[in-house]
């Protein structure tokens, strides 16, 4: 079956210093990688995504970036952190080729710049 | 520019209510409707849509999508404590993009 890791869970970091999140799928191939951040109580902001190795459409241009170095790692990065990065980052996979869009997504990494 | 408008934002409800939740769109190459919940972390799907006028039910919620108008409709009958949660529209792109509406927040009071 697949799974998807997303690590920190969460994250204390203070203004001006560098970031990074990491996700892993596991059990599928080729798949379709998101990033998505969400506001408190809000709906989610599409930030990336990507359909295969070192390809990255941005939604948003912001202070971050994303990369995907390996099939099924998707990183999101930022070099010098806002107080406005914080929130709450959702990292999502879905199936190559699908017709559906069916996405499932990991436990989140709740951000804090300070 | 590819836009999903959910509607309301929020609302409030007693246990046994009957909730709709709205989600419209205007995109380009259309290719689904998702719902999903979100309680605390990560949302859980709920249905997919792809043709007009076809009923989805999982139990007490269900969701019809009409693409002539472009919506889809979330009902949820006698909602219970539990049913309390942040829900997620989103459209699914050709180019694989998978767009997600500010969401509607339910509270329901016992």
């Known amino acids: 079956s697949q799974t998807i890791h997303q690590w920190p869970a969460t994250l204390v970091q203070p203004v001006g210093s560098p970031l990074s999140l990491e996700c892993t799928v596991e059990?599928?191939?080729?798949?379709?990688l998101y990033w998505y951040r969400q506001a408190a109580g809000r709906g989610l902001q599409l930030l990336f995504y990507?359909?295969?190795?070192?390809?990255i459409s941005s939604e948003v241009p912001q202070n971050l970036s994303a990369s995907r170095p390996q099939d099924r790692q998707f990183i999101l990065s930022s070099k010098k952190l806002l107080l406005s990065d914080s929130g709450f980052y959702l990292c999502a996979w879905g199936l190559r080729g699908s017709r559906t869009g069916k996405a499932f997504f990991g436990q989140g990494t709740r951000l804090t710049v300070v | 520019e590819d836009k999903v408008v959910q509607s309301p934002l929020s609302l409030v409800v007693h246990e046994g209510d009957t909730v709709t939740l709205n989600c419209s769109y205007e995109v380009t190459n259309f290719r689904s409707l998702l719902w999903y919940k979100q309680e605390k972390k990560a949302p859980t799907f709920l249905f997919m849509l792809?043709?007009?006028?076809i009923e989805k039910k999982s139990g007490r919620l269900s969701s019809i999508l009409d693409k002539k108008e472009l919506f889809s409709i979330l009902n949820i009958t006698a909602t219970q404590t539990g049913d309390s949660a942040i829900y997620l529209c989103?459209?699914?792109?050709?180019?694989?993009?998978?767009?997600f509406g500010a969401g509607t927040t339910v509270t329901v009071r016992a």
């Open positions: 792809t043709s007009s006028g």
């Open positions: 989103a459209v699914f792109l050709n180019d694989y993009k998978l767009s």
């Open positions: 059990g599928t191939s080729n798949p379709n």
């Open positions: 990507s359909v295969g190795i070192g390809q």
